[in-house]
């Protein structure tokens, strides 16, 4: 980043809860910690506060902040919603006097990548002297997000407002280039093109060396607390006890009669029901009953439940809306039909453990335990970045020799299918330079760098020379052997003090969403704390015969299960060509084929193999 003054920041938080001290401002303190690490632009937080949803409160704190402490940047979280107590954007109004649609809408388009409830936000963004009032949602999360998304215009925007006209000229000029981003100049020069390598320096290497490498290199994601609403296929970071038992009281397993066990068979007086909700306050004597439901509570000294279809009614009120006398017709044992204290769940009894998968039943039992809030492990932060003077994104009508930008649609889909956000980090035309920068900028906001393109041998392919020679990165590997994907390359760096990961895949779209299954998401799921991080594999029966590539392959098929045989079969999706992105549709497997020898050559129908399972 170029931009070395501070900008001075303060953080406010609108709530109810937190100003009255009800609730800690984890929204608040999350963007503090993002902004004190440097990682998206230099800045102080001068000031952080918490305000109620009042929006004459609102408005105080911002005049001051932007009249009296002359803050460069304000952000707001929380009061954008539906509700009538959300009046920031209103107050927000009430004081800017430009408002910067450009950035509310940067927002929304990016938090509608995400999530559809994000059509609910109506934050604003806006100027008030030389200072610039960013409205982002109260969630955690939400609001770091919507930050991440209009970081790389925050600087300039600064610039402008404080009149630094040699900065603005600067970039001015850097955006005729060729984007609207900042460019530097690259810190490398570059062999000319008839210099370049005729053959790559990389050494090949196989999926499982190259899996086994990034395991080992990714670092685990701290951790955060979330409500157990927003916490499916969350990774959970700590042990979970109890806080009561379960069922907390001694609980009927079916309908039927309370009884005391002591009586025998015989005539009991039906005293009331106990239904499921209700609080007994009965008291039973021998030779009486109270008729009961399944799962409510058995009245004391109650110590056994009889079935209905063990007992005969021996005398009805005259309407037939009460049941006076029953007869027994089996004596009960002690504790029959009864679900004791404590059975399920004792209270203080561990029931999910560190790096357990919260999925269905996992949150269903933290609910039936109290635990309504769990700290999980943070989930790594994506940018995706494509390159190539051809790629547009997907809105713009094509000009001659363009195509549009499908990849990036198709990775955000997947990563988001498997619990991953993401965000896009632009198109970096084909120079050196705008690499550099955007995979810079991308660094600066994210743990992990999804590229598609730039990675062969082509004389516009800049990407592994930039990761060398001006991101100081090791790339650990440059070549997989394997159909599709073989330009894969994997590489580490420290940015600004946090180590990064940088997936740079190649530019065919069926190979960046091949490679993405094999690398980058076992990755991020390392990352996110789960324990196995691979995609299941299943052995699978080919419908029809293969013929086999040279390197291995991943092949695109659709696997079923048939009740005649005892495993799956897989049938291919057609044409595997890896610019082919029709062959993944439909594509639920990837069978893992085996490179071609001079004794197999083909595999015949009927054949077992492995097949990767990618939804789950």
Same mark, same amino acid.
């Given at each position: 980043?170029?931009?070395?003054?501070?900008?001075?920041?303060?953080?406010?938080?609108?709530?109810?809860?937190?100003?009255? %001290?009800?609730?800690?401002?984890?929204?608040?303190?999350? *963007?503090?910690?993002?902004?004190?690490?440097?990682?998206?632009?230099?800045?102080?937080?001068?000031?952080?506060?918490?305000?109620?949803?009042?929006?004459?409160?609102?408005?105080?704190?911002?005049?001051?902040?932007?009249?009296?402490?002359?803050?460069?940047?304000?952000?707001?979280?929380?009061?954008?919603?539906?509700?009538?107590?959300?009046?920031?954007?209103?107050?927000?109004?009430?004081?800017?006097?430009?408002?910067?649609?450009? @950035?509310?809408?940067?927002?929304?388009?990016?938090?509608?990548?995400?999530? !559809?409830?994000? @059509?609910?936000?109506?934050?604003?963004?806006?100027?008030?002297?030389?200072?610039?009032?960013?409205?982002?949602?109260?969630?955690?999360?939400?609001?770091?997000?919507?930050?991440?998304?209009?970081?790389?215009?925050?600087?300039?925007?600064?610039?402008?407002?404080?009149?630094?006209?040699?900065?603005?000229?600067?970039?001015?000029?850097?955006?005729? =280039?060729?984007?609207?981003?900042? =460019?530097?100049?690259?810190?490398?020069?570059?062999?000319?093109?008839?210099?370049?390598?005729?053959?790559? !320096?990389?050494?090949?290497?196989?999926?499982?060396?190259?899996?086994?490498?990034?395991?080992?290199?990714?670092?685990?994601?701290?951790?955060?607390?979330?409500?157990?609403?927003?916490?499916?296929?969350?990774?959970?970071?700590?042990?979970?006890?109890?806080?009561?038992?379960?069922?907390?009281?001694?609980?009927?397993? @079916?309908?039927?009669?309370?009884?005391?066990?002591?009586?025998?068979?015989?005539?009991?007086?039906?005293?009331?029901?106990?239904?499921?909700?209700?609080?007994?306050?009965?008291?039973?004597?021998?030779?009486?009953?109270?008729?009961?439901?399944?799962?409510?509570?058995?009245?004391?000294?109650?110590?056994? $439940?009889?079935?209905?279809?063990?007992?005969?009614?021996?005398?009805?009120?005259?309407?037939?809306?009460?049941?006076?006398?029953?007869?027994?017709?089996?004596?009960?044992?002690?504790?029959?039909?009864?679900?004791?204290?404590?059975?399920?769940?004792?209270?203080?009894?561990?029931?999910?453990? !560190?790096?357990? &998968?919260?999925?269905?039943?996992?949150?269903?039992?933290?609910?039936?335990?109290?635990?309504?809030?769990?700290?999980?492990?943070?989930? !790594?932060?994506?940018?995706? &970045?494509?390159?190539?003077?051809?790629?547009?994104?997907?809105?713009?009508?094509?000009?001659?020799?363009?195509?549009?930008?499908?990849?990036?649609?198709?990775?955000?889909?997947?990563?988001?299918? =498997?619990?991953?956000?993401?965000?896009?980090?632009?198109?970096?035309?084909?120079?050196? +330079?705008?690499?550099?920068?955007?995979?810079?900028?991308?660094? +600066?906001?994210?743990?992990?760098?999804?590229?598609?393109?730039?990675?062969? @041998?082509?004389?516009?392919?800049?990407?592994?020379?930039?990761?060398?020679?001006?991101?100081?990165?090791?790339?650990?590997?440059?070549?997989?052997? $394997?159909?599709?994907?073989?330009?894969?390359?994997?590489?580490?760096?420290?940015?600004?003090?946090?180590?990064?990961?940088?997936?740079?895949?190649?530019?065919?779209? $069926?190979?960046?969403?091949?490679?993405?299954?094999?690398?980058?998401?076992?990755?991020?799921?390392?990352?996110?704390?789960?324990?196995?991080?691979?995609?299941?594999?299943?052995?699978?029966?080919?419908?029809?015969?293969?013929?086999?590539?040279?390197?291995?392959?991943? =092949?695109?098929?659709?696997?079923?299960?048939?009740?005649?045989?005892?495993?799956?079969?897989?049938?291919?999706? %057609?044409?595997?060509?890896?610019?082919?992105?029709?062959?993944?549709? %439909?594509?639920?497997?990837?069978?893992?084929?085996?490179?071609?020898?001079?004794?197999?050559?083909? *595999?015949?129908?009927?054949?077992?193999?492995?097949?990767?399972?990618?939804?789950?």
């Amino acid at each position: 980043m170029e931009n070395t003054e501070d900008i001075k920041t303060g953080i406010l938080t609108v709530s109810d809860r937190c100003a009255r %001290g009800e609730q800690a401002d984890e929204s608040g303190k999350n *963007l503090e910690d993002i902004l004190l690490s440097h990682n998206l632009f230099s800045s102080t937080v001068v000031v952080r506060a918490c305000v109620p949803d009042d929006i004459e409160k609102i408005k105080e704190f911002l005049i001051k902040w932007c009249d009296d402490l002359k803050l460069n940047l304000v952000l707001t979280t929380g009061g954008t919603g539906f509700t009538a107590r959300d009046v920031t954007p209103e107050a927000t109004r009430a004081v800017i006097t430009k408002e910067a649609p450009g @950035m509310a809408l940067a927002i929304l388009k990016g938090s509608l990548d995400i999530t !559809p409830m994000a @059509m609910l936000s109506r934050l604003v963004c806006g100027i008030r002297g030389q200072s610039l009032i960013i409205n982002l949602p109260g969630s955690t999360r939400g609001a770091e997000e919507s930050l991440r998304f209009v970081v790389p215009a925050i600087p300039h925007a600064v610039d402008q407002l404080c009149e630094r006209r040699e900065k603005t000229s600067k970039l001015h000029i850097a955006m005729k =280039h060729c984007h609207s981003h900042k =460019h530097g100049r690259s810190l490398q020069s570059f062999p000319p093109v008839a210099h370049r390598h005729r053959e790559s !320096p990389f050494p090949m290497v196989e999926v499982q060396e190259a899996q086994a490498i990034i395991i080992r290199e990714c670092f685990t994601t701290s951790t955060e607390e979330v409500a157990i609403e927003g916490a499916f296929r969350r990774v959970l970071a700590e042990k979970v006890h109890a806080l009561d038992p379960l069922p907390p009281f001694p609980a009927s397993v @079916m309908d039927g009669y309370a009884v005391l066990a002591s009586d025998g068979s015989g005539p009991r007086q039906v005293l009331d029901a106990v239904t499921a909700g209700d609080d007994p306050a009965l008291c039973v004597q021998s030779g009486q009953c109270v008729r009961i439901s399944t799962g409510a509570p058995v009245p004391s000294p109650c110590d056994a $439940v009889v079935p209905v279809e063990n007992t005969v009614l021996l005398r009805g009120s005259p309407d037939g809306s009460q049941e006076i006398e029953i007869e027994v017709l089996k004596a009960p044992a002690v504790g029959q039909d009864i679900r004791a204290v404590g059975s399920d769940i004792e209270q203080g009894q561990a029931v999910l453990e !560190p790096g357990d &998968l919260l999925e269905a039943p996992e949150l269903g039992l933290l609910a039936s335990v109290g635990k309504l809030r769990v700290q999980v492990r943070s989930l !790594p932060t994506v940018a995706l &970045l494509s390159t190539g003077n051809e790629v547009v994104p997907p809105g713009e009508d094509l000009e001659p020799g363009h195509i549009r930008d499908s990849n990036k649609t198709t990775l955000s889909a997947l990563l988001q299918a =498997h619990g991953f956000p993401s965000f896009d980090a632009g198109i970096a035309c084909d120079s050196r +330079d705008d690499t550099r920068t955007k995979l810079q900028n991308a660094l +600066d906001a994210a743990d992990v760098v999804v590229s598609s393109g730039g990675v062969s @041998m082509g004389e516009k392919d800049y990407m592994k020379d930039v990761l060398l020679e001006d991101c100081a990165a090791t790339i650990h590997f440059g070549r997989v052997h $394997v159909k599709p994907g073989k330009p894969t390359t994997f590489a580490t760096l420290i940015h600004k003090t946090k180590k990064k990961l940088v997936f740079a895949l190649p530019g065919n779209p $069926v190979s960046c969403v091949a490679t993405c299954h094999l690398f980058v998401l076992p990755a991020l799921r390392k990352m996110a704390g789960h324990t196995s991080p691979f995609p299941p594999v299943a052995k699978a029966k080919l419908c029809h015969g293969i013929v086999l590539d040279r390197r291995p392959e991943y =092949h695109r098929a659709v696997l079923s299960w048939s009740s005649a045989d005892p495993h799956p079969v897989v049938l291919s999706t %057609g044409n595997q060509r890896s610019s082919r992105l029709l062959s993944f549709v %439909g594509c639920n497997s990837l069978l893992a084929l085996p490179a071609c020898t001079a004794n197999c050559t083909h *595999l015949e129908a009927g054949s077992l193999v492995d097949a990767l399972l990618l939804r789950t």
